[in-house]
């Protein structure tokens, strides 16, 4: 299964950026569709999901600034980043889990200047 991510770049602080993240259909329709990040040196971290439903939760240092919505239709989870801080320059991963079973995409880099 293959998840493929786009919309990452290098923005300065305070600049916004959409993330994409695109899954296939059997997939997409039965997962809870996350977002995560990884610093260099630093572990992955949740930054957002959001269920079958809609439900939507967010760690706290992005509540407010992030939002993360699916569009069921495209089979597409996006995350509008905006008020970017430097501290949150990493990789940026997408993620369908579907009970126990997970499935990641490659990743796209997001670069905050100060």
């Known amino acids: 299964v293959r998840l493929v991510e786009s919309g990452g770049g290098l923005v300065q602080a305070g600049g916004s950026l959409r993330l994409s993240c695109s899954a296939p259909?059997?997939?997409?329709?039965?997962?809870?569709m996350a977002w995560y990040r990884q610093a260099p040196g630093k572990q992955r971290e949740l930054v957002a999901t959001?269920?079958?439903?809609?439900?939507?939760n967010y760690a706290d240092s992005v509540k407010g600034r992030f939002t993360i919505s699916r569009d069921n239709a495209k089979n597409t989870v996006y995350l509008q980043m905006n008020s970017l801080k430097p501290e949150e320059t990493a990789v940026y991963y997408c993620?369908?889990?579907?009970?126990?079973?997970?499935?990641w995409g490659q990743g796209t880099q997001v670069t905050v200047s100060s």
């Open positions: 959001a269920t079958r439903g809609g439900s939507t």
């Open positions: 993620k369908a889990q579907i009970f126990d079973t997970e499935y």
């Open positions: 259909g059997s997939v997409f329709s039965r997962a809870t």
